[in-house]
């Protein structure tokens, strides 16, 4: 017998939106469940809806807003924590707009927010082509945009939001505007840079093309003792990128394997194709337990650093200045957490992460020269490390147990880094606990534009309140 629609999903009927509902009885709903990245998102929606078209959407947020019906809205799915799904709500799944056009005239890429990043690099190869997206093939494209989104083109090109040249969202009212930096609604343009899903649902991105045949870079991973030395590495390299924007490093130590014990993994990159820049003199002389670093693709390169799925997140984002002691004591006390949890979680199963990614004051410079965006970065004074504890747990029991100590680990790092005079105040929303507060580190001035943006575009609120996941400008106190 087919399955009633559910009380939540009888708007959506009503509207004529039926055939794209998927309730809880379908394959298809246990597969998008399934397709989250992170166990904790795997939230039970009363139901999905997956529009095709930005017309769709509209319709899908105007009859849930008539029948006051909570809803959250999700893209790729790969936020660990579930600000992409509601449980016993509709979800609004982004996943059948996930075209990718590129348009050879005017060098720029049009993309639908369900794509991911691999699939969006996998297409542009053919025109020896990429756009400042993510670093992870299986990323979406919806979420990483609207929180900013480091990237490897970060030196040279800003941060991915900075490069978004256009957006399609559908506003509560259900109308579909396009927002550009010289239009009618540049206010909203400028908002959505990092401002997450507090004003609408975007549709559509469109983004500058790169030239990018080859690029070079690869895995690395190096033996743990180096760490010390590796701090100071990582500070070198930070410094000097502003004279090799190309080039690009993620650091982090992390128990990856069971039983395998901590080791220290780096991912090296330039995207001009420069083998081995001479940035990366200090870590090439390191020795090397692995490496597949080489002239390749970005798809290539990007399918090499896939990560584990399957497990419930704690994940925490922080910032510091580009100082050595700041990293050394954020691996010191990585080896604690992560001795607690060998001790603590028998099968070994888990995954801790403790990752830096160098944040210098020439990011921030990009951002400001492309027309700006929320983060704030350009109030920092100094180079600083973008830094980030992800944990990586199998059940919700470890999950419940992790959060504290996971916590408590975060708050010695940043006790520690403000100790040294080094804490800064940007916390990326793309890595961020939602514990953590993302919007209030954007500083006074970008959480006041955030706020009149939401109220002008959604002057009743229904992205603070119908639609509860995400970072919510009317949670910030002032
Ligand atoms: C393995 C891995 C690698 C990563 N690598 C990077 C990286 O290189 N750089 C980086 O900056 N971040 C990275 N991240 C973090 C990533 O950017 C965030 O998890 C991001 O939210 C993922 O985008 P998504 O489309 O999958 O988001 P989802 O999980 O679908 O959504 C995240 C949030 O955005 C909102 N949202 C999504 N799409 C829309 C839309 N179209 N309109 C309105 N609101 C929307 C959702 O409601 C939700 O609140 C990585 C994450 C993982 C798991």
Not at 283 to 307: I, M
Not at 324 to 344: G, K, N
Not at 440 to 445: H, I, R, T
Request: charged share 20%; proline share 5%; with cysteine.
């Amino acid at each position: 017998m087919a399955e009633s629609v559910p009380k939540q999903a009888e708007c959506l009927a009503a509207a004529g939106l039926q055939s794209r509902i998927l309730l809880p009885s379908s394959p298809e709903y246990a597969s998008r469940i399934e397709a989250y990245w992170s166990k904790s998102s795997q939230l039970k929606p009363a139901c999905f809806i997956q529009p095709t078209s930005a017309a769709e959407v509209a319709d899908a947020v105007k009859a849930l807003v008539a029948a006051k019906q909570t809803f959250a809205v999700r893209s790729g799915g790969c936020n660990f924590w579930p600000s992409n799904n509601i449980d016993n709500g509709v979800t609004i799944d982004l996943g059948q707009l996930a075209w990718i056009k590129y348009n050879a005239d005017d060098e720029t890429v049009s993309i639908g927010p369900g794509a991911r990043w691999g699939q969006v690099y996998e297409y542009l190869a053919q025109y020896d082509r990429a756009v400042a997206g993510g670093r992870e093939a299986r990323v979406g494209v919806g979420g990483l945009l609207l929180g900013g989104g480091n990237t490897l083109f970060t030196g040279r090109r800003g941060f991915a939001c900075d490069n978004v040249i256009e957006y399609e969202v559908v506003l509560a009212n259900g109308s579909i505007v396009k927002a550009t930096a010289g239009g009618e609604h540049s206010d909203l343009f400028r908002a959505l840079k990092g401002g997450g899903n507090n004003f609408g649902i975007v549709t559509s991105y469109t983004m500058p093309a790169i030239p990018c045949a080859s690029i070079w870079g690869g895995l690395v991973i190096l033996p743990p003792d180096i760490m010390p030395a590796a701090a100071d590495a990582f500070v070198d390299f930070t410094s000097n990128l502003e004279k090799d924007p190309d080039s690009n490093l993620i650091l982090m130590i992390a128990h990856l394997e069971p039983k395998r014990g901590s080791v220290i993994a780096g991912l090296y990159a330039n995207v001009a194709g420069v083998e081995k820049p001479p940035i990366f003199n200090k870590f090439l002389e390191f020795p090397e337990l692995l490496s597949t670093y080489k002239k390749t693709t970005l798809v290539e390169c990007l399918n090499a650093t896939a990560q584990g799925t399957g497990y419930h997140g704690v994940w925490f984002a922080s910032s510091f200045a580009n100082n050595p002691a700041i990293l050394r004591r954020a691996a010191e006390l990585h080896a604690e957490l992560a001795a607690e949890f060998e001790d603590h979680i028998t099968d070994q199963d888990f995954q801790t992460q403790c990752i830096f990614q160098p944040l210098p004051r020439a990011f921030a410079q990009n951002s400001v020269k492309l027309g700006g965006n929320m983060l704030g970065l350009e109030r920092n004074q100094v180079d600083g490390v973008l830094w980030s504890a992800h944990i990586m747990v199998r059940t919700a029991e470890h999950e419940a147990w992790a959060y504290p100590r996971v916590r408590a680990y975060v708050e010695k790092v940043r006790a520690y880094a403000a100790e040294q005079g080094g804490l800064l105040d940007w916390i990326t929303a793309n890595y961020a606990n939602p514990s953590q507060p993302v919007l209030e580190s954007y500083g006074p001035e970008n959480v006041a534009r955030i706020r009149e943006v939401a109220n002008k575009y959604d002057a009743d609120g229904v992205f603070q309140t119908l639609c509860p996941g995400g970072f919510k400008i009317s949670k910030v106190q002032g």
